[in-house]
T-cell receptor, first 116, second 111 residues
Framework: DVKVTQSSRYLVKRTGEKVFLECVQD?????MFWYRQDPGLGLRLIYF???????EKGDIPEGYSVSREKKERFSLILESASTNQTSMYLC???????????????FGSGTRLTVV | EDKVVQSPLSLVVHEGDTVTLNCSYE??????LLWYKQEKKAPTFLFML????IEKKSGRLSSILDKKELFSILNITATQTGDSAVYLC???????????FGPGTRLSVLP
């Protein structure tokens, strides 16, 4: 009954590496989101997408880029990983319009990324 | 800028206690407020609130929204160790189509 899948649960990368985090949803949601979660700071929005090939910057896009070539897949790219990008990364998806029965976001299980 | 504040940020109680978690917000054209529970992985949905004064209830958990005073509370009665988690509050307004999250309240329930 998996609905939002993130490709890796734990990841360790070296400074300067290019890192790809993948997220796939099977609910035909229009919207997809990437957040990072840090203690005391909560969830902060990195990028989001309303449609295929469309992307919008969130609150903290610096050092990240995204790709949405297909509706079900939203990739987060760290162009050159740095130690301050060590964090928990959460992908989420939702329908395009909020409805009483769609319960907002569905989250993936998260990827804990450590950059050394 | 939309903003969500939660209090307390951390709370330690013993099994059987009742707790109240707070969420206040400032958002343009408020549409809904959601509560999530996050244990060690993905946040899971608890409640969606859109109307003032209508309590939503699920077992020992309940929540209510006050749109005049711009806050919501989440109550947990007869707490159990399985209630230990981070509780997230998120608010949806007309700015974009994404929710704004608060920092979360970390609840620890001791046996």
């Amino acid at each position: 009954d998996v609905k939002v899948t993130q490709s890796s649960r734990y990841l360790v990368k070296r400074t300067g590496e290019k890192v790809f985090l993948e997220c796939v949803q099977d609910m035909d949601h229009e919207n997809m989101f990437w957040y990072r979660q840090d203690p005391g700071l909560g969830l902060r929005l990195i990028y989001f997408s309303y449609d295929v090939k469309m992307k919008e910057k969130g609150d903290i896009p610096e050092g990240y880029s995204v790709s949405r070539e297909k509706k079900e897949r939203f990739s987060l790219i760290l162009e050159s990983a740095s130690t301050n990008q060590t964090s928990m990364y959460l992908c989420a998806s939702s329908f395009g319009r909020l409805r009483d029965d769609n319960y907002g976001y569905t989250f993936g299980s998260g990827t804990r990324l450590t950059v050394v | 800028e939309d903003k969500v504040v939660q209090s307390p940020l951390s709370l330690v109680v013993h099994e059987g206690d009742t707790v109240t978690l707070n969420c206040s917000y400032e958002v343009t054209n408020f549409r809904s407020l959601l509560w999530y529970k996050q244990e060690k992985k993905a946040p899971t949905f608890l409640f969606m609130l859109t109307s003032s004064g209508i309590e939503k209830k699920s077992g020992r958990l309940s929540s209510i929204l006050d749109k005049k005073e711009l806050f919501s509370i989440l109550n947990i009665t007869a707490t159990q160790t399985g209630d230990s988690a981070v509780y997230l509050c998120a608010v949806y307004g007309n700015y974009g189509q994404n929710f704004v999250f608060g920092p979360g309240t970390r609840l620890s329930v001791l046996p």
